[in-house]
Structures are given as C-alpha cells and as structure tokens.
C-alpha cells in the first residue's frame, strides 16, 4: 500500500551528490510505499512496559528481519510473542534514519499453524478458567477401590494395552467397560463424549479418558471445548492420561486427575498389591484390637451379672412382693371386721327406713291401681258398646240386603239348570234318540268299534237295552252318523 503522508522529494547539490540524510529519506520512501506479508521464526523478542513499541525478530533458513508494533497494535493481537513461534506478519518496511537501520514496520500479526492452534486453546483455558472449571477445589478425589472402572480410549494401539494390563496387574477384581473412540480427526471430541457418557450410564465409578503420544495437532480433540464441558459435569471423577509427561491439554485442566500418561492413569485408580496388602494388614489389626477390647468389655459386663444378688440369693427376686403380700394381708384382717360392722349398720338403717316407708308406699300404690283399674273397665265398656253397635249395624244390613242377594243367586241357579238340561243326554233320549256303547263304556261312533260277535249297551229313555251284534254295514259317510259328540 502506497503511504499518504506528503513528501517532499530531496533533491541532489550541485555535483548531482545526495547528503546522508536525503539519501536515508529517498530509501524510506521507496521502502514505505510497499505492504507485504511475510512468514518466519520468532527468534528473538524485546517487550517492556516503558517501551512504545514491540520490538522482535522473524527469521527462516537463511535471514534474520528486525520487526516493531506499535504496543496499541500489539495489544490488540492479543498474542504474546514467544521465542519459536511461527508467525504471519502484515506490514512495510521502514528506516530508522538516525541509525541507519532498517525495520518491518508491523501492521497485524498472526500465528501460524501450530502456532494459531496454542492461541486458540490459551484462549479456551483462560475461558475455563475464569469460569471456575479449573479451579483445585472443584477437583472430586477418586474412589479407593473402584469396582467399576470406565476406559475411553482407541480400541487399537498400546494406551488401551497398557491401561488394561496394568489395571490387570494392580487390581483385577475390578470391572473394565472400555468404550472404543477414535481419537484422533475432527470427529473425535464427539465420539469421546458418547464414550464417556456410555461407560457413566453402565455404571462406571471412575472414568479414564487417555491416548498415546503425538503431536500437538495430533492432540487438538482433547483441546475441545464441548468435551472438556462434559468432563467438567460428569457424575464420577474423571482421570485423564494425553500424551506425554510434557503435554498439557485442556481436558487435563479440567479433570478431576492428571495423569502424565495413560499408564499413570490407570496406577491413579489401582491401588498398588503393596498398599492392599498394606491396608488389610492395617484392617485386620485394627479388627483384632476392637474385637479384643469387646471381649475384655463383656467379660467385665458378664462378672457384674454374675455378682448380683439376683443370682447368689433365691429370695432376692420376690423378697418385695413377699412382703407387700404380707403387708396386705395384715391390712386386709384388720380392715374387712370393720367394714363388715360399717355394712351391717348400713344394712340395718336401710331396713328400718324400708319399713317405716312400706305403708306409705302401698297405700300410694293401691290407690294408683284402683284407679287404673277403673280406667281400664270404662275403656273397656266403651270399647264393648262401639264393637256392639258396629255389631248391630252389620247385622241390619245382612238382614235388608239378604233377601236380594239370595233372590239373584235363585234366578242364575235357575238359568243355569235350565241349561244344563237342554244339554243333558236324557233329554236327547226322551226324543227318539240312542246312545250304543261297548263294554267297556265308551260310545260307539264307527262300524268298527262293534264288529260281529261282539255285545253293545244301548241307552234308551226309559233303560239299556243289551245287544248282540250279527252283521255290520257300511254306509256312506254322510248317513252313517247316528249320534253327534254332544251325545256323550
């Protein structure tokens, strides 16, 4: 970019010679009118408080560029220039005309490749930090003999081989759920999440997050922020193992414990076989002198109990209520006389008053009864006479409604006779008719019932006459019947 400050352009001397001075200005000019960007090596940097300005150096394979920023400029990077970096710069070339040197007046700076990537994860810590999720008193201490040890971790490579043979070695009575992530690529934070949120769900007590060495970049998933959140908020303590000794990441900031290596993640969550066998000698000492004090306590307790009255002497458990039995009976003998004197005086008082009252009170009750019982006629008199004329009253109207009553009965027995009549066999006999009946009784309708040889009784008005039968014949059926149903 061209500079916008005015210049005036020196100009030589008689002999066509620039002076020292115009000479310096027509190179800072030339030098200021161009921007460019340029890629190099920290290798040596000057920042002080009373400077105004930053002053360091950029360097590659075969120069060395002497740079300053302005400290309003360097602030607002917001990085801090350290020896190794890789930087990116922006800006011009200047000259310090009163020494003749010349600078690379920087306009922005930028971290380069790992560099870039170490400012974005000081920035997350500083985040994390001023949030509280680093803070050593957030930090949960970790189970001593965890049963249930979650492992997440890539399911290839030695840190899975060396977790579980050193937690096989150390402590084997404890259960391993290993959820198997990727840990390395841009999808690694995410399946590191769901690894740990799985092996928590199965009931894990303790959680290790781990991965072998590698290098910076090959870190960056355990730099992440979603995943150090996770970590900070999980349930059980989380131990983490990235790296090497000299790899820090912001998941180790985070965690309950750092481990400098997956094998030290796994001894922090194992108790070695010395301190097992350390602590059990402790707990069984420890048992032995609380089991002999409690001995030594109730043998003293049981002599007490055997030095009591209650077992050298038979009598000492019922010599109390012995002698309040005694005592009652002594008051018993003396009281029940008396109380018998008090109730025979009582007695006899109410005996003389019963008799004094007795004539008083028949007297009252005679009285009460004569005249009940003279209530009790009158009622009953009354009573006598309404039923009497309730009697008479029933009579008389039995007297005046008899005679029609019978009068009514009279006239339908009549009808009913007169019916009875009209259909009566022997009035249909009284007019030429005849009745033929078998044996057995019954009336003979067809030519069937009386064969030959065969006896009929046949009714007439005045008898029945006895028959035999010698022929039969049949005749239409429109002439054949003799007698109708009625006729039965």
């Known amino acids: 970019m061209p500079a916008t400050r005015a210049h005036r352009a020196p100009e030589p001397d008689e002999s066509g010679a620039y002076s020292v001075s115009d000479a310096m200005q027509l190179a800072k000019h030339a030098l200021e009118s161009v ?53 990116q710069l922006t800006g011009r070339f200047t000259l310090y005309a009163a020494k003749g040197r010349m600078n690379f007046d920087v306009f922005s700076i930028e971290l380069d490749g790992e560099g870039q990537l170490r400012l974005q994860v000081a920035q997350l810590a500083r985040k994390l930090e001023a949030e509280g999720l680093t803070a050593p008193e957030r930090k949960r201490p970790l189970p001593r003999y965890p049963e249930r040890i979650g492992l997440v971790t890539s399911p290839h490579g030695a840190a899975v081989e060396d977790v579980l043979r050193t937690l096989r070695r150390r402590f084997n009575v404890a259960k391993v759920l290993v959820a198997g992530v990727p840990v390395e690529g841009a999808a690694a934070p995410a399946a590191v999440v769901r690894g740990i949120v799985a092996v928590v769900e199965a009931g894990a007590e303790v959680v290790l997050v781990v991965r072998g060495g590698g290098s910076f970049e090959d870190l960056m998933p355990f730099n992440d922020e979603r995943l150090a959140r996770t970590i900070a908020r999980c349930p059980v303590p989380v131990v983490t193992g990235v790296g090497h000794e000299v790899d820090t990441t912001i998941v180790d900031l985070v965690s309950d414990y750092r481990a400098s290596t997956p094998t030290g993640a796994a001894e922090a969550v194992s108790p070695s076989e010395e301190a097992l066998a350390s602590a059990f000698a402790r707990t069984r000492r420890l048992l032995s002198d609380s089991i002999q004090k409690r001995l030594v306590s109730e043998d003293m307790r049981l002599e007490r109990i055997e030095n009591k009255p209650l077992f050298s002497d038979p009598q000492y458990l019922m010599a109390d209520a012995y002698q309040g039995v005694d005592e009652a009976a002594d008051r018993l003998a003396t009281a029940l006389p008396r109380r018998i004197e008090r109730d025979d005086a009582q007695l006899a008082a109410c005996c003389g008053r019963l008799r004094a009252g007795m004539p008083r009170l028949l007297v009252g009750a005679q009285a009460h ?72 009784g019954t009336v003979v309708r067809h030519v069937a019932q009386a064969p030959a040889g065969s006896t009929v009784n046949v009714a007439v008005s ?7 039968v010698r022929e039969t014949e049949l005749r239409p059926a429109s002439a054949s019947a003799v007698t109708s149903g009625k006729d039965e």
């Open 462 to 468: 005045d008898g029945v006459l006895r028959c035999a």
């Open 35 to 87: 921007t460019v960007r340029i890629v190099g090596e920290v290798s040596e940097v000057k920042v002080k408080p009373t400077y105004k300005a930053a002053y360091f150096t950029v360097k590659d394979s075969s120069s060395a560029l002497p740079c300053m920023m302005w400290n309003n400029r360097y602030r607002e990077s917001g990085i801090a220039l350290k020896v190794g970096q890789r930087v």
């Open 369 to 440: 009864l004569a005249g009940a019982s003279a209530r009790f006629a009158a009622s009953l008199q009354k009573a006598g006479a309404h039923e009497q004329r309730e009697l008479d009253t029933a009579r008389a109207a039995l007297v005046r409604e008899g005679p029609r009553i019978v009068e009514g009965k009279e006239r339908a027995v009549a009808r009913q006779a007169a019916q009875l009549d009209d259909l009566s066999p022997s009035h249909t006999l009284a007019r030429g008719y005849a009745v033929a009946r078998t044996d057995v």
